[in-house]
């Protein structure tokens, strides 16, 4: 799972750390705690960092994860409502992420064509864009925006542009578990997505170490004359070796998670 996160509101002093996962962002770049995206990852995903987007209009964080084609960008967006965007700036920003990708957030840009209620400047602008790449867009076409003011209607701010990803393999659906004015958009991508490699090691957490340090005791010689070069190098290498049958002999055989193995065989992500 990936988590794209619009408006953090970090600054230099914000951290947050969450188990089994790893967190990139993009903070707004005059420093205060307004603006910003997220990307929240899970580690067992086989990605990347690929880039910090950074300017007063649009903040983007952006990883490369790789499925059964190829790369795939996935990109968290915000655009301020301030500013006027062209559709020239949505276009050199959208030429950052590759041939392959998909950049959700709030643009804060309305228009019928992803579900909106009506048409605005940047909507129009964004349009522009999407038609001259010939991108597409993947929305719920259902609000995503409810604000605290009654006497404003609630609507769609919140939705994808994707490219070279084909649109029967994506389904966007609201959720409306949290409290935020803004509900998250659930986007599935049907792909094998590749899970990260585990790196090697020699001990785990079933490690009995009591029977490591026995097997060492047993095993590595104390009274061996070391005085040449060749008698060390000849030393350090028995006792690395001794280390290594040492770590396996105490350390259970590995049993592949059932995740894993599902992972491989293919399965639905959602972003």
């Given amino acids: 799972m990936v988590l794209l996160i619009s408006e953090i509101h970090f600054t230099t002093k914000s951290y947050i750390k969450i188990p089994n996962y790893r967190i990139y962002d993009t903070r ?7 603006g910003g995206t997220a990307i929240i990852i899970k580690i067992g995903i086989k990605h990347h960092l690929h880039d910090h987007y950074n300017l007063d209009h649009l903040q983007a964080t952006s990883v490369v994860i790789e499925d059964w084609i190829g790369p795939l960008t996935l990109a968290a967006v915000y655009c301020p409502p301030k500013h006027n965007i062209k559709g020239e700036q949505f276009q050199r920003f959208f030429a950052t992420l590759g041939q392959r990708f998909l950049a959700g957030g709030d643009y804060n840009a309305k228009h019928p064509q992803w579900g909106s209620r ?3 400047p940047r909507g129009r602008e964004l349009r522009k ?3 001259a790449e010939h991108l597409s867009h993947v929305s719920t076409g259902e609000p995503t925006y409810w604000p ?6 609630p609507d769609l701010l919140d939705f994808g ?5 084909p649109l029967r393999t994506l389904h966007a659906e609201s959720s409306l578990d949290l409290s935020s004015d803004h509900s998250p958009v659930l986007i599935t991508i049907h792909s094998k997505i590749l899970p990260q490699p585990c790196p090697p090691t020699l001990s785990t957490k079933h490690t009995n170490w009591e029977a490591f ?3 060492i005791k047993e095993n590595l010689p104390l009274d061996v004359p070391l005085k040449t070069d060749g008698d060390i190098e000849d030393y350090v290498n028995q006792f690395v070796h001794i280390i290594q049958q040492a770590a396996w002999s105490s350390t259970p055989a590995h049993t592949e998670p059932a995740k894993w193995k599902n992972a491989r065989r293919g399965s639905n992500k959602k972003f």
């Fill in 129 to 131: 864009a999407i038609q």
């Fill in 213 to 215: 340090r026995r097997i």
């Fill in 118 to 120: 009506l048409t605005t």
């Fill in 28 to 34: 707004h770049p005059d420093g205060t705690a307004h």
């Fill in 161 to 165: 542009v994707v490219k070279h990803i």
């Fill in 148 to 153: 605290s003011d009654r006497r404003r209607v």
